[in-house]
């Protein structure tokens, strides 16, 4: 399998991400990806920017070692995630989850798995910023319970 993990403050671009998930390799059947936005939750009116701190090197590793445990339970050929830090606004892409495989299922239920794990367990820091101050955001119950509902999964 070919891995890649970013972890930036600038933007990136899907269709450049999805053209180096199909380089290199002719096996692919399908490709499934996750773009997630920065969005305001409905109980923040007055939402007007987050801020992603990481440790360098330390949240890389990590989402790293997700996709591997995806790939021991389906047969990747390419996975790539794009992760942004720093200061992101309404509307900004915040990451990126592409997976290539011989067959969709393979594909689809790889990319929820990473995604679903990188949520609950990736070291990364939120801090919302909006009209009454800014403040540290707990992760959610909910995360990691979609996480943990792979527990015991075999494959799909």
């Known amino acids: 399998m070919r891995c890649q993990v970013d972890i930036q403050e600038s933007d990136f671009d899907i269709a450049s991400l999805q053209a180096w998930l199909l380089s290199?390799?002719?096996?692919?059947?399908?490709?499934a990806t996750f773009t997630g936005y920065v969005r305001v939750d409905k109980g923040s009116a007055n939402f007007q920017c987050m801020e992603l701190e990481h440790y360098p090197g330390m949240t890389q590793d990590s989402i790293g070692a997700i996709v591997n445990k995806a790939a021991e339970?389906?047969?990747?050929?390419?996975?790539r995630v794009v992760h942004r830090v720093g200061r992101l606004y309404p509307g900004d892409q915040i990451v990126w989850v592409g997976v290539s495989s011989a067959h969709r299922g393979a594909a689809f239920s790889a990319c929820e798995y990473i995604m679903d794990y990188l949520k609950a367990e990736a070291p990364l820091?939120?801090?919302?910023?909006s009209a009454e101050g800014e403040c540290w955001v707990d992760a959610?119950?909910?995360?990691?319970?979609?996480?943990?509902?792979?527990?015991?999964?075999?494959?799909?």
């Open 24 to 31: 290199g390799s002719a096996g692919e059947g399908a490709i």
């Open 73 to 79: 339970r389906w047969p990747i050929i390419t996975a």
């Open 125 to 129: 820091w939120k801090k919302e910023y």
């Open 140 to 156: 959610k119950e909910s995360d990691s319970k979609r996480a943990d509902r792979w527990a015991g999964d075999s494959t799909d």
